[in-house]
């Protein structure tokens, strides 16, 4: 075959370092579109992003070209410094050092997004742990709590 072609659609979630709530609705959706723009730069396109305070979700197709990790990478570090300079209480701000990603099937791509976009609602009920933890169970991934919060 010629050519390489690939369509996975993942969900990506991580935290603020201690879960801080530090996102701040003023400048949220800016966020978001920078996101957009690292993962464009990377070859694909975000299909949803939310965030709450403390945590963060988005769904986008992996690219063929580039690892989990080093998109993950690129995500987190320019995300970082962009945090930073929006606020000079925001110098220190990191994103915790690990994350979670899913396999989101073509069939649940609707039902995922739709997922992601009730963060602020589902989040008055349910805290980002428990919600990880669910998640982390949905897809069969075993954890040991000692070490998936930092």
């Not at 410094?81 to 791509?109: C, M, N, T």
């Amino acid at each position: 075959m010629p050519q390489s072609l690939a369509n996975m659609l993942v969900h990506l979630v991580f935290s603020t370092k201690a879960r801080a709530p530090l996102l701040d609705d003023a400048w949220r959706d800016d966020l978001h579109g920078y996101i957009g723009g690292v993962i464009r730069r990377c070859n694909s396109d975000l299909l949803a992003a939310n965030s709450v305070a403390d945590h963060i979700h988005l769904c986008f197709a992996l690219p063929r070209t580039i690892t989990v990790a080093e998109l993950v990478r690129e995500i987190k570090t320019g995300s970082s410094k962009w945090i930073q300079d929006q606020d000079d209480r925001l110098k220190g701000f990191h994103w915790q050092a690990g994350y979670g990603i899913f396999s989101v099937s073509h069939s649940q791509k609707v039902a995922v997004i739709q997922y992601i976009a009730v963060q602020q609602k589902h989040h008055r009920q349910v805290s980002f742990q428990d919600e990880y933890r669910r998640l982390l169970e949905k897809h069969a991934i075993e954890y040991d709590e000692r070490y998936v919060w930092d």
